[in-house]
C-alpha cells in the first residue's frame, strides 16, 4: 500500500522560500505514469490545488501560483518536492502531498499534511 | 479556470436520513472522447486528509460504504449520503479533474440534527 509523508519546516520568515518533502513508500514514485500534486489548505478554508510533477514528463502550475511554484522529483530517493518562493502570511496553510494516475487523474493517496507557518 | 461550486454550505440532517450535497461546475466536466466525467468526491475529517469516496461522477472508491453514491453529468453533479451515520459527520468536497488547474468546491460540512 503506497503511503506518502510530508516533511519541511514548519515555520518560514516572510521572503523566504518554502520547501517540502513527500516521502513515497510502498511502491516507486516513477514506477507508473503518475501526477504528483501538491495541494494546500489555509485554516478553516476550502482546498487550492498548486501543481502537479507527471512522470510522463511535465509540470503544471496554478496560474495565482506560476511565478512561485516549483514541483520536482527525486527517483533516487522517491520524493517528490515543492518549492514555493518569497512566501508571505497568506502562504500560512496545510500542505499536502497526492497523487492520481495518468488514467485516473483524481487524488487516490493522500499525505497526512503538514502545517507550515509564515511568520517572523 | 473551472470554477466548482457547491450548495448548501452546511447541512444538518438527523442519523438515518438522507443527505444530498449538490455541486455545480462554470462549464461541462464532461470528456465525449472517453465518454466520462471528469468529477470526484472527497470526505474530510477534522485533522485529516480528504479521502477520496467517489470518481468519475458516480464510481464508488474500493472500501467506500454503499450508502454513498454519486450522479450527474456535464455541470450538475449530487453527491447522496442514503443513511446518514455518525462516521459520516465531515466535510465534502467535489473537484473537477478535467483541466487545470484542477479546483475544488468550496466544500459541505454535514452535521447531525
Known amino acids: 500500500q503506497v503511503q506518502l509523508q510530508e516533511s519541511g519546516p514548519g515555520l518560514v520568515k516572510p521572503s523566504q522560500t518554502l520547501s517540502l518533502t513527500c516521502s513515497v513508500s510502498g511502491g516507486s514514485i516513477s514506477g507508473a505514469l503518475y501526477y504528483w500534486s501538491w495541494i494546500r489548505q489555509r485554516a478553516g478554508k476550502g482546498l487550492e490545488w498548486i501543481g502537479r510533477?507527471?512522470?510522463?514528463?511535465?509540470?503544471n502550475y496554478n496560474p495565482s501560483l506560476k511565478s512561485r511554484v516549483a514541483i520536482s522529483l527525486d527517483t533516487s530517493k522517491n520524493q517528490c518536492s515543492l518549492k514555493l518562493s518569497f512566501v508571505t502570511a497568506a502562504d500560512t496553510a496545510v500542505y499536502y502531498c497526492a497523487r492520481g494516475r495518468q488514467l485516473d487523474p483524481y487524488f487516490d493517496h493522500w499525505g497526512p499534511g503538514t502545517l507550515v507557518t509564515v511568520s517572523s | 479556470d473551472i470554477v466548482m461550486t457547491q450548495s448548501p454550505d452546511s447541512l444538518a440532517v438527523s442519523l438515518g436520513e438522507r443527505a444530498t450535497i449538490n455541486c455545480k461546475s462554470s462549464q461541462s466536466v464532461f470528456s465525449s472522447s472517453s465518454n466520462k466525467n471528469y468529477l470526484a468526491w472527497y470526505q474530510q475529517k477534522p485533522g485529516q486528509p480528504p479521502q477520496l469516496l467517489i470518481y468519475w461522477a458516480s464510481t464508488r472508491e474500493s472500501g467506500v460504504p454503499d450508502r454513498f453514491s454519486g450522479s450527474g453529468s456535464g455541470t450538475d453533479f449530487t453527491l447522496t449520503i442514503s443513511s446518514l451515520q455518525a462516521e459520516d459527520v465531515a466535510v465534502y468536497y467535489c473537484q473537477q479533474y478535467e483541466g487545470t488547474p484542477w479546483t475544488f468546491g468550496q466544500g459541505t460540512k454535514v452535521e447531525i440534527k
Open positions: 510533477f507527471y512522470t510522463g514528463g511535465s509540470t
